[in-house]
């Protein structure tokens, strides 16, 4: 993909929503008589019913949420949101569906058809080189590790392995990814030439965790490599993201939303920082939803607790905050 080099700062802070400062408290500061186990005020503030009809009018009730089933840390914010009810609660009906990539979630988000989704750096920057209307409200899953995975048996002890390859090696993953930005970024660090060193094939994530016959490798985002590695032991990785890159994801908006019902806007604020509150205080609990999702039937509980330790808790909870100047650095490399 193309990227503009003319660059701008406000452009930059775009990326992760020119609109945070006026969106993300982390909850609404206001008198309350009670409040939650995990800290959160009662009762939750309601939407007015002037936004419940601008919605209506739209034809965006329920807003329809996508997310992806298969990446850890957003998986399970948005999966308690839901099953917590925590929209219903400020008054919203709101329907959440997975995908299985960001680049699916942004197909979805250019009809129209959604008004509120999950992106990785890449999808997301995506999104608004595109010029499409969303706004980032919270950072979901940052250091989220990607990895390069390889067969057991093959020959491959680093990436640096691939300079050369003849025939070019095949590495799968999900093009347009945040796993393909990676492994850009790698490749070129590393001196491997894409399209001569090694092939890109398009991939979806259930189908590399089975690790294919005919291929090199993959490349993946949490929990794909963590199971291939842990559980499966059909893979070991040899390369990782940390070297190249900061991850973070979004949960976004759009900007519609911001811009004519910004009590809807705070609403789902507040619910991502209270569902956020919530899996601190109950991660066993938020394995269990996670394991009732058809989309994880193939996770092990001990898997899916495990990375909510490490996408979920392991950082304070205003690492939800999209810092746009630090991330929109972070993100400028994808525009060149």
Not at 226 to 232: K, P, Q, S
Not at 242 to 265: H, K, T
């Amino acid at each position: 993909m193309t990227r503009s080099k003319n660059y701008s700062a406000p452009r930059r802070r775009l990326l992760v929503g020119g609109a945070a400062a006026m969106l993300l408290s982390l909850g609404s500061v206001q008198a309350a008589a009670a409040a939650t186990d995990w800290g959160w005020p009662t009762p939750h503030e309601k939407v007015s019913e002037k936004s419940i009809a601008w919605l209506k009018e739209k034809g965006w009730w329920p807003i329809q949420v996508a997310f992806q089933a298969p990446w850890s840390g957003q998986n399970t914010v948005n999966i308690v949101m839901d099953r917590m009810g925590l929209m219903t609660q400020r008054g919203v009906e709101a329907k959440w569906t997975a995908f299985a990539s960001g680049p699916a979630i942004n197909e979805v988000l250019i009809s129209g058809r959604y008004q509120a989704g999950s992106g990785g750096n890449f999808p997301f920057t995506t999104l608004v080189d595109r010029r499409i209307p969303v706004k980032a409200i919270a950072i979901e899953s940052p250091n989220l590790l990607h990895a390069l995975v390889v067969p057991n048996d093959s020959p491959i002890k680093s990436i640096k392995d691939l300079k050369g390859q003849n025939p070019p090696a095949t590495i799968g993953l999900v093009t347009g990814s945040s796993a393909e930005f990676y492994f850009q970024m790698s490749a070129q660090v590393n001196g491997i030439e894409i399209g001569k060193d090694v092939i890109m094939k398009n991939m979806p994530p259930g189908e590399q965790m089975a690790m294919p016959r005919g291929i090199s490798g993959i490349v993946a985002w949490d929990p794909t490599p963590t199971m291939m590695v842990e559980e499966r032991k059909n893979g070991r990785i040899v390369d990782s993201i940390f070297p190249y890159n900061i991850y973070e994801g979004q949960f976004y908006l759009r900007s519609e939303l911001v811009e004519n019902v910004p009590d809807v806007a705070q609403a789902f604020s507040d619910a991502f920082a209270e569902a956020t509150l919530w899996t601190r205080l109950n991660p066993e609990k938020a394995a269990a939803l996670m394991a009732e999702d058809a989309n994880l039937k193939n996770y092990s509980k001990e898997i899916l607790l495990q990375q909510v330790k490490a996408y979920n808790n392991l950082y304070k909870p205003t690492h939800i905050f999209p810092h746009a100047e630090f991330y929109g650095k972070v993100n400028e490399p994808i525009f060149k």
